[in-house]
């Protein structure tokens, strides 16, 4: 059974920072491409960014330069180093897993006000 923890979320003031974690458990970690996605209210759900198996990495431009994105194959885990976090940051943050198939965890939210 394919499990995909994320956690690490919570309520920050603009400016600071934020490391979200997923765990993964059931898959092959290190061959898979990892991914963290958000959505915030009344909008669809948008790339962030991702890392490949070989440690490729990919932004949207909306966090380049302030998100970045890793991974520990000894651990299973994906991380999200999120700094300047902004109030349009807000928004509930899955991990994704992707080869030939595609696996979600349950989301985290983050909040970014003062």
């Known amino acids: 059974q394919v499990q995909l923890v994320e956690s690490g979320g919570g309520l920050v003031q603009p400016g600071g920072s934020l490391r979200l974690s997923c765990a993964a458990s059931g898959i092959r970690f290190s061959i898979y491409s990892m991914a963290w996605y958000r959505q915030a209210p009344g909008k669809q759900r948008e790339l962030v960014a991702i890392?490949?198996?070989?440690?490729?990495?990919n932004y949207a431009d909306s966090v380049k330069g302030r998100f970045t994105i890793s991974r520990d194959n000894a651990k299973n885990t994906v991380y999200l180093q999120m700094n300047s976090l902004k109030s349009e940051d807000t928004a509930v943050y899955y991990c994704?897993?992707?080869?030939?198939?595609?696996?979600w965890g349950q989301g985290t939210q983050v909040t970014v006000s003062s």
């Open positions: 994704n897993a992707r080869l030939h198939d595609s696996y």
């Open positions: 890392i490949g198996s070989g440690g490729s990495t």
